[in-house]
Structure formats: structure tokens, C-alpha cells
């Protein structure tokens, strides 16, 4: 589109032009801060330091044949939360991963013995817009570019690949088994990093540049690391979280090294990774810490800078939203779960903020701009909850 002719002094009074430069000035920053939106899930964080974890530089998925409306900005203080009710969703099955890119949620579920269902989140309430089969359970997202990735528990293809540049038609590219029921996933330059509870290869390493033909390249047995839930990365390291909480470097893909080795109290069920932080989330409801902090300055060495405790349950996944975590657990007795927030930005306990009842078992959360939505188990109710992050 051709820019218009600029204005010349003679052609409009110094008023008039110097009323232009206002309006343009403030469209823009209006305009910019309006598109300002955070996308914390484990597929699609950009790391301080401008490294993406585990996306592509290519643009967000969003559906088709529409405008796509800015996220609200991301809030700079959390104090409550707000449940949205008319936004609840019944899904009829578990809801294990929400992962969002632009206005499009994925979402990974039990229904119908395993399905991956895409929502629009354009209005604040998700509206199911496509769905595709998976060869299991589906379990964790990554988004890279127009592929979505998925694993599951099956004996098939546990690691599957779709192309979503049609979000309301996701088709499968191709898949391949992986040595166990898949858990943990990470995309990075073509390749897929997969964690499962393998008694041989745990993290196993693919290439997916073609994605019809996936190809395994190597791997490696994490020596005591049963139920290796989370991978993510930092840099060139790659970090798994399950009994163990490990450092790797995989510049040799048929090689893996281990840099370090940092033990748990009980397993890991998520890792987020930003700038030089780690948190952790363990699955434990044994009176100890389930939400960890560690400083990864030196990979040979990370150190535990903080610890707290969640309600009293079983930790399952946490989203990073500048200075907070946003937590979300299921209970060991009978009941509901919570969703949480805390404050992470020191060291030492992390004081919780804000928390709320979900009613069930929480599995999953994902956030975008000053929303949380939260996955739940099965519970002949709504599966997917929406809450606003208030200041």
C-alpha cells in the first residue's frame, strides 16, 4: 500500500499539522500497546535474551478468513482472580495441555480415545473450531510455525506431527513410536526432543524436518529419572525434569552429554525455563516443596534459589508470566483443585498472591494477556475454565 503524499507547511495551518502529528503519534502507541500480549506456554516463550523456546520464528496459527482481534495486554500486578462462567466449556473428556498461538487454543484430550481439539479465543470464551484423532491420550503441545507436534501413550505413533496452517482442519503429516508412552516435548531447528518412562532411551531425539518421515537420532537413558515429564531449553542445554532435574548438551544428537545432575525430593511434572531461571513443579503431597527455583547461571551447577509449598495436592503445571507463576494442581483426597499465583521475582519462599477453587482436578493452564485458562479432568462438567488476572 503506497504512503500518502506528505503534507507541506503550505498546504495545512501549523495547527491543523501539528494536530496530524498528535493523532498519528497516539494511534501508534495505542495501537502497539493494544497488540502487547504474552504467550507463556511451554511451546511458545521467547526467552529474555530473544531465544524462542522451542517456536519458530514464523507467525502464530490463527483461524482463516477473519481479523484477528489483539490479546488483551498482559497485566504488570496480579492481587485475584476472577472466574469467567459463561466461558466454561464442556469438553467430555480430560483436557491435559492448552497450548494458545495468536487467538487459536490447542488443546490435547481423552475425548473419544484421544483427540486434539482447536478452540477460538477471540472473544474471551473458546468456541471449538476443528478437531483432529490421535493415535493415543494425547498429551503435550509444541507449536512450531504451521506444524502442531503431539505425544501421547499409545503403541503407535507417539510423537505425531499435523500441519494446522488450517486450524479448523488439522491433518497429520506423519509419526513415529518412540521407546515408551511419550511425556515431555520440545521442537527445536527441525528436531524433536521426547521424553517417556522408557527403561531404555528416555530422552530420544528426532529429526522432523521431513515431517512424513520422522527419523530417530539418538538418545540417551537418564540414569534414575523414571517418569521424565518436562524438557524445555535454555540456550544450546537442554533440561529435563522428572525424578532428576538434568542438564544436557545435544550440539551431537546421537550423543547426548550430561552437564549436571540436581536430584528431587519426589517427580517433576512441568519445567518452565526463562532467562537464567528454572521452576520446576513436583507431584508430591508429602509436606514438601512442589514449586522450585533454580538459578542456572552455571549449567554444571544450578542452585536452588527458592521453594514453596501449593495447596495441598498434586502440582501439575505452571505458566510464567513476568514476576509470577501460575500454578494449577489437583488434590490428593476428594474435592477440587486450585489454581494459584505466585509471586517468583525473589529468592526464598515464593508468597502466593492470589489462588481459586476449579472444582476438579487441574491438569493444565495456559495464559494469554490477563487470562488463564485452565484444563481440567473429566468431571461431567465443564472441562475448561477462564479466569481473568486482576490487579
Known amino acids: 500500500m503506497q504512503s500518502p503524499p506528505p503534507l507541506s507547511r503550505s498546504a495545512l495551518p501549523w495547527s491543523a499539522v501539528r494536530a496530524t502529528i498528535i493523532a498519528v503519534a497516539t494511534t501508534l502507541l495505542l495501537g502497539g500497546a493494544c497488540r502487547i500480549g504474552f504467550d507463556t506456554n511451554a511451546a511458545a516463550v521467547v526467552a529474555p535474551d530473544g531465544e524462542l523456546d522451542a517456536l519458530s520464528d514464523r507467525p502464530p496459527v490463527t483461524p482463516p478468513n477473519r481479523v484477528d482481534a489483539a490479546p488483551d495486554a498482559a497485566p504488570n500486578n496480579i492481587s485475584s482472580l476472577l472466574r469467567v462462567a459463561p466461558s466454561e466449556v464442556e469438553v467430555g473428556g480430560d483436557v491435559r495441555n492448552l497450548l494458545i498461538s495468536g487467538q487459536t487454543m490447542f488443546a490435547t484430550s481423552t475425548r473419544n480415545a484421544g483427540q486434539i481439539i482447536v478452540y477460538d479465543i477471540s472473544s474471551g470464551t473458546p468456541v471449538q473450531i476443528g478437531q483432529a484423532a490421535t493415535a493415543g491420550f494425547a498429551r503435550k503441545l509444541a507449536l512450531d510455525g504451521q506444524r502442531l507436534y503431539v505425544t501421547s501413550d499409545t503403541g503407535g505413533d507417539d510423537l505425531e506431527i499435523f500441519d494446522v496452517s488450517n486450524p479448523a482442519t488439522p491433518v497429520k503429516l506423519g509419526g513415529i513410536a518412540t521407546a515408551d508412552s511419550a511425556n515431555g516435548l520440545a521442537i527445536r531447528n527441525g528436531r524433536a526432543y521426547v521424553t517417556s518412562n522408557a527403561i531404555g532411551d528416555d530422552l530420544e531425539i528426532f529429526d522432523v524436518s521431513n515431517p512424513a518421515v520422522p527419523a530417530k537420532l539418538g538418545g540417551i537413558n537418564l540414569i534414575n529419572a523414571e517418569y521424565v515429564n518436562a524438557v524445555a531449553f535454555k540456550g544450546d542445554q537442554l533440561y529435563v525434569a522428572g525424578q532428576r532435574f538434568a542438564a544436557f548438551d545435544v550440539s551431537n544428537p546421537a550423543a547426548p552429554v550430561s552437564l549436571s ?131
Request: with cysteine; charged share 15%; hydrophobic share 45%.
Open 261 to 391: 545432575d540436581f536430584g528431587f525430593f519426589w517427580y517433576a511434572q512441568d519445567l518452565k525455563i526463562v532467562g537464567n531461571r528454572a521452576y520446576a513443579l513436583e507431584d508430591n503431597n508429602n509436606n514438601s516443596e512442589q514449586l522450585r527455583i533454580f538459578d542456572l547461571s552455571n549449567p554444571l551447577a544450578p542452585v536452588q534459589i527458592g521453594a514453596g509449598r501449593l495447596f495441598d495436592s498434586y502440582a501439575r503445571e505452571l505458566q510464567i508470566i513476568g514476576r509470577y507463576a501460575v500454578t494449577v494442581c489437583a488434590p490428593h483426597t476428594f474435592g477440587g483443585g486450585e489454581i494459584e499465583v505466585f509471586d517468583v521475582s525473589g529468592t526464598g519462599l515464593p508468597p502466593r498472591i492470589a489462588n481459586a477453587a476449579i472444582g476438579a482436578d487441574g491438569l493444565a493452564v495456559a495464559l494469554q494477556g490477563s487470562r488463564a485458562y485452565v484444563g481440567l479432568a473429566n468431571n461431567n462438567g465443564p472441562e475448561i475454565l477462564v479466569f481473568d488476572l486482576l490487579p
